[in-house]
């Protein structure tokens, strides 16, 4: 191993050290993230049951129950498969983070389907906001179907 060899090397495992020791938090900082947080959640569940209009909207909730931030990536299709939108979410270690159905279409009203695939062990589940009324949507997400595969076969927005 030639001198100006041995100091890339070494250099090159320098950075990797220095990058390995930062915390996930600043790894991630530059990631995208469309994703709401818990206290807007509780706002948004307050809402649909107190309020007496015609909108209606599908959570999408993650939980990361891991203690290293998750990334969650969903792409919304509409009832004939044409993609709506992709979003992104960073959850915090042992946190839960959000996205809405809205979020996926800027608002215009559509029915469809939700695929989320995720870097981290997260837990899923979906929340269905109509006026005066909050129910739970399936959500499917077996070992067998995919590692970090999610999929919301029925959200809405209208």
Do not use: K
């Amino acid at each position: 191993m030639t001198p100006s060899t041995l100091t890339r090397s070494l250099a090159f495992l320098c950075s990797a050290l220095f990058l390995a020791t930062l915390p996930a938090a600043a790894q991630v900082a530059h990631a995208r993230d469309d994703s709401h947080d818990p206290v807007q959640l509780r706002a948004d569940l307050r809402d649909a049951v107190e309020r007496d209009t015609d909108v209606a909207n599908t959570v999408l909730v993650f939980n990361n129950v891991t203690t290293d931030v998750a990334t969650v990536r969903c792409v919304a299709f509409d009832a004939n498969g044409r993609s709506l939108g992709r979003l992104f979410a960073q959850i915090p270690p042992r946190g839960l983070r959000y996205l809405r159905a809205s979020d996926f279409s800027s608002g215009t009203d559509f029915i469809g389907s939700a695929t989320c695939s995720s870097r981290g062990r997260v837990a899923a589940s979906g929340v269905f906001l109509a006026p005066g009324s909050i129910t739970d949507v399936d959500v499917i997400q077996a070992p067998t179907w995919g590692p970090g595969q999610i999929l919301f076969p029925l959200i809405a927005t209208y």
